[in-house]
Antibody, heavy 122, light 107 residues
Framework: QVQLVQSGAEVKKPGASVKVSCKASGYIFTGYYLHWVRQAPGQGLEWMGWINPKSGGTQFAQRFQDRVAMTSDTSINTAYMELSRLRSDDTAVYYC???????????????WGQGTLVTVSS | DIQMIQSPSSVSASVGDRVTITCRASQDITTWLAWYQQKPGKAPKLLIYTVSNLRSGVPSRFSGSGFGTDFTLTISNLQPEDSATYYCQQANSFPLTFGGGTKVEIK
């Protein structure tokens, strides 16, 4: 079955960077867009951007434009999201989520990874 | 950015009740709307896409309606396992945005 498995929790200091991985299985990795969505503790959902694993193309929400990078390694079916210059308000659970249609950017999210908690604290 | 406003923020209902959640977009999104269910400590799950299309495997007591700026998620015959937070999401334009969530509790 389609599955996205993310890397483990991270604790970072303000100003540092974090790189979260998302390993895909059960489908053709290069055929589907992947999104990243985050959720601060007790808060709602915030879309960060997408990556096309086949082309490497990306699009980010403007508020993350200068701090985020999304990459993929097709040899191991894994996508990465790196957020730099971390602040305390970046503390959140970060999710990867697949766009559900083959080679089409429908902009829904299904399925989701299990989430990775990133804590930013001095 | 398109703002998505959900109401109510929380609702408490009994098993068997009908629950209605509304989502209003700050501009016309035609039918580019999805609904997600999230249980505590878990990732969200897609319930409905394009306003009213039920994701495979989702119980038929869930339904969606609306067009343009006003949308509704209805849970008919509420079940204990429906206790969760529900989010709407617009897919009309970037940045993709979510409503603030509606917490459904079982009395």
């Amino acid at each position: 079955q389609v599955q996205l498995v993310q890397s483990g929790a991270e604790v970072k200091k303000p100003g540092a960077s974090v790189k979260v991985s998302c390993k895909a299985s059960g489908y053709i990795f290069t055929g589907y867009y992947l999104h990243w969505v985050r959720q601060a503790p007790g808060q709602g959902l915030e879309w960060m951007g997408w990556i096309n694993p086949k082309s490497g193309g990306t699009q980010f929400a403007q508020r993350f434009q200068d701090r985020v990078a999304m990459t993929s390694d097709t040899s191991i079916n894994t996508a990465y999201m790196e957020l730099s210059r971390l602040r305390s308000d970046d503390t959140a659970v970060y999710y990867c989520a697949r766009d559900p249609e083959y080679q089409i950017l429908y902009k829904w999210f299904d399925p989701w990874g299990q989430g990775t908690l990133v804590t930013v604290s001095s | 950015d398109i703002q998505m406003i959900q109401s109510p923020s929380s609702v408490s209902a009994s098993v068997g009740d009908r629950v209605t959640i509304t989502c209003r977009a700050s501009q016309d999104i035609t039918t580019w709307l999805a609904w997600y269910q999230q249980k505590p400590g878990k990732a969200p799950k897609l319930l409905i896409y394009t306003v009213s299309n039920l994701r495979s495997g989702v119980p038929s007591r869930f339904s969606g309606s609306g067009f343009g700026t006003d949308f509704t998620l209805t849970i008919s015959n509420l079940q204990p396992e429906d206790s969760a937070t529900y989010y709407c999401q617009q897919a009309n334009s970037f940045p993709l945005t979510f409503g603030g969530g509606t917490k459904v509790e079982i009395k």
